[in-house]
């Protein structure tokens, strides 16, 4: 036997992967009444069907396949069907989810232009897509994450950086109590202490209340603090809330204080008549957080972050390592995602968005949102 080898020869590759695609396809087609909607199990019977060593012969792809069968996908939702109504999740498109294995299977890098051109041009034209949908101008910049909360931290720092630079103790965020916790989790990771995280109250539609920002805000100047930045929300995560954006813009642009937009859940029905209006004043915002993997029907994980005056998000992250100072585009125009958030390696999380947009066809999804403004209608 000669020295193993991680590669596989064209014909193995092909069968491996035709019996992946279908047993895929019959399980995303098995009858609603087929199985349970959520199955769950203990972790001790998980293990006993998981747990142990790996192996260290090599195991056969249509044994691992009936495996993955019986001992892993019976436990999970089921978040195709449609009686799964628990929490925010969807089902994906077909398109899409070829679309990551695309970016899996040659396994794409999009951190730098010079290694990623075509792919980081899909993410660019992607982000230009979501920014005339939002209302955003075209030097508004952004990038994809692996979802809101990712995209509500990358927010945060760029405030930080955009408007003091350094961290300091004087700084305050400002929230509902509705807000998501991925708000005050991005505040402690980025070293804000709870003391410097007001969670306001809302009104009685659950949007955060003006008159006790202010309030809120002249009390932290009164005491010699910093307001930096406001988290509001259009599309509350409890209620579907949207905060009112245009007051929130007013008082945010008079005291020069950042307002970040968390439209991970409600972002997207700005494709949609009825949404566009409810989410009014959102382009007025400095940053929006959207999350493709919600109401855009991408699967996990996509999100995105859009900041307004897209230099600013650049100068938040940019930073280039003597070893790469190749690898990256050197014009302006050649943008390296890498300069645009936390990760340096990255997956394209924009190929399946392009995909699944170009395969429907942007009316298909504006009509799936439509009919969920149908929903609320007639509940
Ligand atoms: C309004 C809002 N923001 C942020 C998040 C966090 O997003 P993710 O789960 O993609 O990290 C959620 C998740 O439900 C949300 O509803």
């Known amino acids: ?55 260290e012969e090599p195991v056969d792809g249509a044994v691992l396949l009936e495996r993955l069968e019986r001992d892993v996908l019976p436990f999970m939702a089921r978040n195709e069907h449609p009686g799964y109504f628990a929490y925010i999740p969807g089902c994906g498109t077909w398109p899409g989810a070829l679309g990551d294995l695309i970016a899996s299977a040659l396994n794409m890098d999009v951190g730098s232009w010079g290694l990623s051109a075509g792919p980081s041009a899909v993410e660019l034209a992607v982000l ?37 630079g350094a ?21 402690r990771i980025l070293g804000f202490r709870p003391d410097q995280v007001r969670v306001l109250p809302v009104d009685a539609r659950s949007r955060l209340r003006t008159d006790a920002l202010v309030a809120a805000m002249e009390a932290d100047v009164r005491a010699g603090r910093e307001p930096l930045f406001v988290a509001a929300a259009a599309g509350s995560t409890s209620t579907g809330a949207v905060d009112p954006l245009q007051e929130l813009g007013e008082i945010c642009r008079e005291r020069g204080v950042w307002l970040h937009v968390d439209a991970a859940y409600g972002g997207f029905a700005a494709i949609a008549e009825r949404g566009r209006a409810a989410l009014a004043g959102m382009e007025l915002a400095d940053s929006v957080t ?75 999804f504006r009509a799936a949102i439509d009919r969920c403004f149908d929903l609320i209608d007639g509940a």
């Open 1 to 55: 036997m000669g020295t193993p080898s991680l590669w596989l020869d064209r014909e193995t590759m092909r069968r491996l992967g035709y019996r992946t695609i279908d047993a895929l396809v019959e399980r995303l087609s098995r009858p609603w009444d087929a199985t349970p909607i959520v199955r769950t199990a203990t972790p001790e019977e998980l293990a006993a069907r998981l747990g142990g060593p790996a192996p």
């Open 128 to 164: 230009d897509w979501f920014k005339e949908w939002i209302g955003y101008p075209r030097d508004a910049a952004g990038i994809l994450t692996s979802g809101g909360s990712a995209a509500n931290m990358t927010a945060l720092a760029c405030a930080r950086e955009a408007v003091v």
């Open 167 to 187: 961290m300091s103790d004087r700084l305050v965020v400002y929230c509902a109590d509705q807000a998501h916790s991925s708000i005050a989790r991005a505040a």
């Open 290 to 364: 959207l999350d493709p993997h919600k109401w855009l029907y991408q699967s996990f994980e996509c999100g995105c972050i859009l900041v307004r005056k897209g230099h600013q998000l650049r100068e938040a992250f940019e930073i280039v390592p003597d070893y790469l100072k190749d690898a990256k585009g050197m014009v302006l125009r050649e943008v390296n995602f890498a300069d645009y958030g936390m990760q340096l390696s990255r997956t394209s999380h924009a190929l399946k968005v392009w995909l699944s947009l170009q395969h429907f066809g942007l009316a298909a």
